[in-house]
Nanobody
């Protein structure tokens, strides 16, 4: 699976961005899709993951983004979105989407098989 993450940018605190994770080669609905982020000098951090299947598949969120971020699928476009609202400076990071097949532990980066190249999100105060 080749993943392409896009949609990052510079936004003021309180603003919104929508990230996209598009796939080629495989059907994304067959994979657990996760978003992770990594700030300079920090470990890669779990953000959210969505189960395989339809757009109403259940999702898991890191406590730090609950109520602000929402993940969704558009299976017709073979794309997963991450809607980020009420952004904070501490959300600044490179955001990566990842796809996992088989048994996936949603919060564990090592359980994902395929990774996109990342898209930078910068939130100014």
């Amino acid at each position: 699976v080749q993943l392409q993450a896009s949609g990052g940018g510079l936004v003021q605190a309180g603003g919104s961005l929508r990230l996209s994770c598009a796939a080629s080669g495989r059907t994304l609905s067959n994979y657990v899709i996760g978003w992770f982020r990594q700030a300079p000098g920090q470990e890669r951090e779990f953000v959210v993951a969505i189960r395989r299947g339809s757009s109403s598949a259940s999702a898991y969120y890191a406590d730090s983004v609950k109520g602000r971020f929402a993940i969704s699928r558009d299976n017709a476009k073979n794309t997963v979105y991450l809607q980020m609202n009420n952004l904070k400076p501490e959300d600044t990071a490179m955001y990566y989407c990842a796809a996992g097949s088989g048994l996936v532990s949603p919060g564990r980066a090592s359980s994902f098989d395929y990774w996109g190249q990342g898209t930078q999100v910068t939130v100014s105060s």
